[in-house]
């Protein structure tokens, strides 16, 4: 199953940069402060001595303009390497996300991270998008193959992939999905080769990251040794042709003379 947890990196804690957006009178003073720091600043530089003073006055007058053109609050400046951070509605991005349509959620999640860097850093964010991921997977699965079954496995035996594609002759095959944050490892190979063999049915593993090499070498070895198990790499609708071509060619491999072209 998607494993959100696969990354070195640490999340941040669960109230870490929250907030509430400014008030347009609040904008208003942020840019008017902005201004005035930033231009006693310039002027400063060539009236006194004291330049890490004027330097100070800049720094300041950029943050305030900084938080006139995003609306947010000023959450922590850093001196040395200048961090900023601003206070966002990450949480409530990330709730609304749960409830969304999948694409929704999609759009709304990259727009996250995009407004907001670090909360790809959030444990709550790497979870949400695993489980947006699945769902969007499942979603093309059933547009792409509308006469076949595409059933979740969440509530059956652990021992099953995270799909069952099911055609119309009831022949089946697994599907596993892996949203993660670095290459797919030989390991992961290891779990579809299990779930593979315990099933006596083929095995599809969608990720949104491409194999490392010994991965595909491990792959390469199981399938000549006859195991029925596949890789596909899914990150959106540009490669869903590869993923039904992935589908088909599993299911010609195990003999079931799929017929959707």
């Given amino acids: 199953m998607s494993d959100p947890t696969q990354s070195t990196e640490e999340p941040t804690g669960a109230n870490e940069g929250e907030g509430d957006p400014l008030s347009g009178w609040a904008r208003f003073a942020a840019g008017a402060a902005g201004l005035a720091l930033s231009g006693a600043g310039s002027v400063a530089v060539f009236v006194t001595d004291n330049q890490a003073g004027s330097v100070a006055l800049v720094l300041g007058g950029i943050v305030f303009l900084l938080m006139l053109i995003s ?47 670090r909360a790809s850093q959030d444990i709550e964010f790497i979870r949400t998008s695993a489980v947006v991921y699945e769902r969007l997977v499942q979603a093309e699965l059933m547009r792409l193959f509308p006469e076949f079954s595409v059933a979740n496995n969440a509530n059956n035996s652990p021992s099953l992939a995270d799909f069952t594609i099911l055609t119309p002759d009831r022949h089946a095959i697994f599907v596993e999905l892996k949203s993660l944050r670095s290459p797919v490892s030989a390991n992961v190979i290891k779990q579809v080769m299990g779930v593979a063999a315990a099933s006596l049915s083929g095995c599809l593993l969608v990720s949104n990251q491409r194999l490392t090499q010994s991965a595909n070498t491990l792959l390469h070895m199981a399938q000549r040794g006859g195991t029925a198990a596949s890789f596909v790499q899914w990150r959106d609708e540009v490669d869903s042709d590869a993923l039904k071509g992935a589908v088909l060619s599993l299911l010609r491999e195990m003999g079931h003379g799929a017929s959707n072209g």
């Fill in 71 to 117: 609306g947010n609050p000023l959450l922590s400046l850093g001196h040395g390497e200048t961090q900023m951070r601003f206070a966002t509605r990450r949480r409530r991005v990330i709730r609304e996300a749960e409830e969304a349509s999948p694409h929704e959620a999609r759009s709304a999640l990259e727009t996250l991270s995009a407004i907001d860097p």
